[in-house]
């Protein structure tokens, strides 16, 4: 029987992480958080870093990247990221190990194969050396995320318009970011093209180009200061309640939490459990 399952780590400034794949292997996307950290969310699930067949990378900023080193050269799992992002990886001085034998690349737009799915990406706006999105399907199933996102595009769009799984960002509440104890250069950085999307303008996208098909929406890097979970979680719903969608009914909306892993989410039944409930097990 086929499975496609979904686990946050963590998802924001501090750290972000996720899990895709099955009971007996699959994949990370980032690696922000420490390796130890990683493993014991993994040996959670009855999984080990030898049940991870490639970490796929967004961009090089440190807290999507922390622990690529350590997971790459000292458990031998293959680095995924475009040659501009392994070289921004390069030069971060937040990776302590420097990759050397797992590095992977790939071309942007030009699709492949990893632990059974389909992996797709594109551009992200953003203000690191390169950042993309990854479009991930599986059994009939497209999942999607899309974080740190500085301005929307049409391509962004389509892509929004064919997910069944959304993990996107909705950084923070434009007037908690400009009230707030953040200096006025971050404050534009922030608000800028390359920086983060809003939870107004991530409404404002899932409203526009909604598809009956969506099932989850995982609202991620969601910032401490600058936002919270219920301010999300009310701006998303009430863009969606105006075009007729209810969350909770017609479609599964989520904050996830900066650092407490999330419940596991069984995406081809659309359900959610403990790691234990799921009975993992490894090969």
């Known amino acids: ?51 991870i067949m490639g970490v796929l990378v967004t961009h090089d900023h440190a807290d999507h990247i922390r622990a690529v080193g350590t997971i790459g050269e000292r458990f031998h799992v293959p680095i995924y ?80 318009e064919t997910a069944n799984h959304l993990v996107v960002e909705a950084n923070h509440d434009e007037q908690l970011l400009l009230n707030g104890p953040y200096p006025s250069y971050l404050k534009s950085r922030i608000l800028s093209d390359r ?33 919270d979970p219920e301010v999300a979680l009310d701006t998303v719903s009430g863009y969606l309640r105006g075009i007729g969608v209810e969350p909770g009914r017609d479609v599964n909306l989520v904050a996830l939490e900066r650092l407490t892993p999330s419940p596991v989410y069984d995406l081809l039944n659309n359900t959610s459990s403990t790691p234990g409930m799921l009975n993992f097990q490894t090969p």
């Open 1 to 51: 029987m086929a499975e496609f399952i979904f686990r946050c780590f963590a998802s924001g400034s501090s750290g972000n992480c996720y899990y895709l794949g099955n009971r007996r292997e699959g994949i990370l996307i980032d690696a922000g958080i420490s390796a130890r950290t990683i493993r014991s969310n993994l040996f959670e699930m009855g999984l080990d870093f030898r049940n």
């Open 81 to 160: 990221a475009t040659r501009d992002i392994h070289a921004g990886i390069d030069h971060n001085y937040g990776v302590q190990e420097k990759l050397r034998t797992s590095r992977k690349f790939y071309e942007k737009g030009e699709p492949f194969q990893l632990c059974g799915m389909t992996v797709n990406t594109f551009t992200i706006s953003h203000d690191s050396t390169d950042c993309v999105s990854y479009v991930i399907d599986y059994e009939g199933q497209r999942f999607m995320i899309a974080t740190d996102v500085g301005c929307v595009d049409e391509t962004l769009e389509q892509y929004v």
């Open 195 to 227: 920086g983060h999307m809003s939870n107004h303008t991530c409404g404002l996208l899932l409203s526009e180009h909604h598809n009956p098909g969506l099932k989850n929406i995982f609202l991620c890097h969601l910032s401490k200061e600058n936002n």
